[in-house]
């Protein structure tokens, strides 16, 4: 069986990668150079869970029943479902190899809390809740982790205003991750190796107003302004490391989940909603408050929202919802009448906005779990949604929930190495092609609803 690496690097920016820090990246530029790189078009919408899951089952978010990084409880107007490794039904890239025999090591790829047994290792990636609990497979796997690195750490929190707290633990988090990479990479007979970094994700929302000149909160001079460059470059010395041990030895796949660009602001959608009349106040907040603290007449409310990279607007119908007030026979004209008065909507000085709206099933072939009725990207994501209501505006210059200078992009990067190929070349591919491709690799059946021939199209 054919080895792969694959390197996730979460958030990783084609253009940066590969133009504005291209000559300060050796590692991943000379690879680059010998083998075919690229845009990877996330999936819809572009965030993390579900990307990462679409990426290693080839599935859309539609068919994961995976719309974010909170699932709505069906019927229910703000309770919400953390996803989990329970969530992903379909196949992923590392059961296809356990099943003609192959072993895997896999790290920090979300969301694979609770660790279930696969043939090889495990440790599990954000939104693990502790690491006092077992995030590991098996679970010896934990003592030897520990005994390398001492206490593991899955993610760091960014949304804080004292960004050298961030750095240093984002570089603290990375540097234990690779530790615990290369171990693996050395100590076990894996065919198929997959590690997520979430450190360049965490550092680029908390940093990209110190770098970016375009961004609104941006101070020339400022003592921030090469820490997104120094991260980079980190992460391409480590990788270095990395491809200094499988060389002439694997396929090597760099990729990313999503983009990253400025973020302009929040917009507070569920306040838009209650002064356009579709969400209904019993009595309107006089201070900041989430939508399970608001007074709301839910048996007069139209339709809400929850925020997140974009917004998922809920229709209130009558049978589906505890306190439904729109007739099933009239969803389909209220939800046209949501989705044209969305596009209407625009900035804060009048400027007109690229507002995307699109309906679930026009893009999934599937719409399982609790889907929402409309998905809508404002601004071309360059503003936030914010759920909160009483700000006294509808909008804010950085999110209801803390700082934060970054939203996600539609295109991630990828960066294919084959040493039996020798190929340079650019190309672009979708999120949704990378399983097939890894299955391709290793000579294995790809599953019978996936590309084929990606290989030959590539090289």
Request: proline share 7%; glycine share 8%.
């Amino acid at each position: 069986m054919r080895r792969v690496l694959v390197v996730g690097l979460d958030a990783a920016v084609p253009d940066l990668l590969f133009n504005e820090f291209r000559d300060e990246l050796p590692n991943i530029s000379e690879i680059a150079e010998k083998g075919v790189y690229g845009r990877l078009r996330s999936c819809d919408p572009p965030v993390t869970i579900p990307a990462w899951a679409c990426m290693v089952t080839g599935a859309t978010p539609g068919e994961l029943g995976l719309y974010g990084f909170k699932g709505r409880r069906r019927g229910s107007y703000t309770e919400m479902v953390l996803p989990s490794s329970f969530s992903v039904k379909e196949r992923k890239i590392w059961d296809h190899v356990g099943d003609v025999g192959g072993r895997a090591c896999v790290v920090g790829v979300p969301p694979t809390y609770p660790p279930q047994p696969i043939k090889g290792w495990l440790i599990s990636g954000m939104m693990t809740p502790s690491t006092k609990k077992n995030y590991t497979y098996p679970v010896s796997l934990r003592w030897e982790v520990e005994r390398l690195v001492g206490e593991y750490v899955v993610d760091v929190p960014f949304r804080r205003s004292d960004a050298n707290s961030v750095l240093r633990e984002a570089y603290e988090m990375a540097e234990k991750r690779f530790k615990v990479v290369e171990h693996l990479l050395k100590s076990k007979p894996w065919d198929f190796f997959m590690f997520v970094e979430m450190g360049l994700d965490r550092v680029q929302h908390a940093l990209w107003k110190y770098f970016d000149k375009e961004h609104h909160l941006y101070e020339p001079g400022n003592e921030h302004e090469d820490a997104i460059r120094n991260y980079y470059k980190f992460l391409d010395e480590r990788i270095g490391r990395l491809l200094s041990l499988v060389e002439g030895d694997a396929a090597v796949l760099i990729v990313s989940d999503h983009g990253a660009k400025r973020m302009k602001g929040s917009f507070c959608v569920n306040q838009w909603l209650a002064e356009e009349g579709y969400l209904k106040l019993e009595e309107a907040p006089d201070r900041p408050v989430g939508l399970e603290e608001a007074k709301i007449d839910w048996s007069r409310t139209v339709a809400w929202a929850w925020g997140g990279p974009a917004v998922q607007l809920f229709i209130n119908v009558k049978g589906r919802e505890r306190s439904g007030a729109v007739d099933p026979s009239d969803y389909e004209s209220v939800r046209e009448q949501l989705a044209r008065d969305l596009e209407k909507i625009g900035g804060p000085n009048g400027e007109r906005w690229n507002t995307k709206v699109f309906r679930p099933e026009e893009v999934y072939p599937a719409c399982r779990g609790s889907p929402p009725d409309l998905i809508a990207y404002l601004d071309d994501l360059h503003w936030r949604p914010a759920e909160s209501l009483g700000h006294g505006s509808l909008y804010l210059s950085e999110t209801d929930v803390g700082p934060d200078s970054a939203v996600h992009d539609y295109d991630g990067v990828f960066v294919l190495y084959d040493p039996e190929a020798g190929v340079r070349k650019e190309a672009s591919l979708s999120i949704y092609d990378v399983a097939p491709l890894v299955l391709e690799l290793m000579g294995l059946s790809t599953p019978s609803n996936a590309k084929k021939g990606l290989l030959e199209k590539l090289f």
